[in-house]
């Protein structure tokens, strides 16, 4: 019997909403973590009862959590409190020091900063996690000063993938509104040595290597912000997403444009088509169509709200272009949410699940490709990530 | 014996319900104390202090006797009172958010 799992992150806790595959009943289970942010939440595609969490506060910093049990008990790995002797070191769980050493990176020591000054480079906060595919121990971390961490050892400790920020592009570097983070993390599944990662305000990136080396892979984005037309770094990429059955074909909700890269990121054309707005922050793509995409339509980066009071997923069933409105069951007035950039996501099942929070606090689901919506809640904190996992 | 009152976010954290007490070796220091602390709790690590600087978070502050230590060097000896127990030392979460 198959069940989804949603994993809901906010500003005041996380959130584990669980169904059968109806989803039509929902169980809540949470705050986890009470009071503070949690950014992402993700499962190990391996061993789906392995999840790990993005924990942060301006009090305390950075924590992260992991669950061997699907989230009914958390620990901080490495965290045990020890009985005497104490044995340190321990509590590496939620040390992300940036690499500075000449063996291993480029060491960067500024990016531009919001006036166009030089700023140095300071760990706030993980934002993303992506689980590796095929290890359960080995997990990538997107931070804000944007970089790119990996553990090998479930979570214990976290090494910089410095070739990253050592490509060089980094004084181009620069922070959006949110600030400067690493937010998306997609891995290609037919080539292990492949990734691909995006940063708010410098582009996509990807590496061939398993992360030692990067390219910037932006040819195509435009951007108003920018004098140079053909700026290889600087883009405000909001979000990227494939299909893993066609990973060569990336789609990316950019500040302003909905974009399409057919070629693994070498090229990109932009998409938009007859959307209402092209701003907007998540982008995802159902799960048993490559061809099938979902956005949804902000006023504008000023604005951060759907345009006229209504809430409205967009979908195009033929890789962009031409998009439809999904409003069956969506607040059509007087609406004025946010939906931020990783809480949008799918689940596998045969009718395939579509889910997305907001800043207002309400889960919406839909059973069925977006066709119909359902607030599976109301009334969390904003919601800043979402989830899903479907479990056999 | 030192005794130790953490934010309540940190105790729950740790797990802990209550004060921390510790035994501490020589003089007693912030140092030497929230060295102690993080050996007993590793989970703790990069909560109070910043790993490698060992600098206060910016939003914590250091409070004994009715005194705000948290100017103090982390080197000087605590007050005798937190020294012998009859004090705590607090570590406290700065009032923010409006």
């Known amino acids: 019997m198959s069940k989804v799992r949603v994993l809901v992150g906010t500003r005041k806790g996380g959130f584990i909403l669980t169904s059968d595959a109806q989803r039509k009943k929902w169980d809540v289970s949470g705050p986890n973590f009470a009071g503070w942010e949690i950014y992402h939440i993700k499962g190990s595609p391996v061993d789906p009862n392995r999840i790990y969490t993005s924990q942060t506060s301006p009090w305390f910093g950075q924590i992260i959590q992991r669950s061997d049990d699907g989230g009914q008990t958390w620990n901080i790995p490495g965290g045990e409190k020890l009985p005497e002797p104490y044995d340190p070191p321990g509590g590496q769980s939620n040390k992300f020091a940036y690499d500075t050493s000449p063996e291993t990176g480029k060491p960067l020591s500024t990016h531009q900063w919001y006036d166009g000054t030089q700023h140095p480079w300071e760990f706030k906060r993980v934002w993303h996690l992506e689980p590796s595919l095929t290890d359960p121990d080995l997990v990538y971390a997107g931070v804000e000063d944007a970089a790119l961490f990996v553990t090998k050892d479930g979570g214990k400790s976290w090494q910089e993938l410095a070739g990253l920020r050592g490509h060089g592009s980094g004084p181009q570097w620069a922070p959006g509104a949110g600030g400067m983070g690493l937010h998306s993390i997609l891995l290609d599944p037919n080539n292990p040595g492949r990734i691909y990662i995006a940063i708010s305000a410098a582009g996509v990136f990807r590496s061939d290597d398993t992360g030692k080396t990067w390219k910037p892979v932006n040819k195509g984005l435009k951007s108003q912000y920018i004098p140079d037309p053909n700026a290889e770094v600087g883009h405000c990429v909001h979000r990227i997403a494939m299909h893993p059955s066609r990973p060569n074909v990336l789609y990316m909700q950019k500040h302003w444009d909905v974009m399409r890269s057919d070629d693994a990121g070498e090229s990109w054309h932009e998409v938009s088509g007859n959307l209402p707005t092209d701003f907007g922050f998540p982008i995802e793509v159902h799960a048993h169509e490559p061809e099938t995409i979902y956005v949804v339509p902000i006023k504008s980066d000023s604005e951060h709200f759907p345009p006229d009071g209504k809430l409205r997923v967009y979908r195009s069933r033929k890789g962009g272009n031409e998009w439809e409105a999904l409003t069956n069951g969506l607040p059509q007035r007087d609406c004025y949410v946010n939906v931020l950039r990783d809480a949008m996501a799918v689940d596998t099942l045969d009718s395939c699940g579509v889910y997305f929070g907001t800043t207002g606090g309400q889960v919406y689901a839909s059973p069925n490709g977006g066709d119909n919506w359902e607030a599976i809640v109301h009334d969390l904190p904003p919601v800043l990530s979402v989830e899903v996992q479907t479990l056999q | ?98």
């Open chain 2, 1 to 98: 014996m030192i005794r130790v009152v953490l934010p309540a976010h940190l105790r729950t954290l740790a797990r802990i319900e209550g004060e921390v007490t510790l035994d501490v070796k020589g003089q007693p220091t912030q140092r030497i104390v929230l060295d102690a602390l993080e050996a007993r709790y590793p989970m703790l690590c990069g909560t109070i202090r910043d790993h490698d600087t060992q600098k206060r978070r910016p939003f914590l502050r250091f409070f004994a006797c009715q005194e705000d230590l948290s100017h103090e060097s982390p080197d000087a000896p605590l007050p005798a009172a937190v020294v012998s127990g009859q004090e705590p030392f607090l570590i406290i979460g700065s009032v923010a958010g409006g």
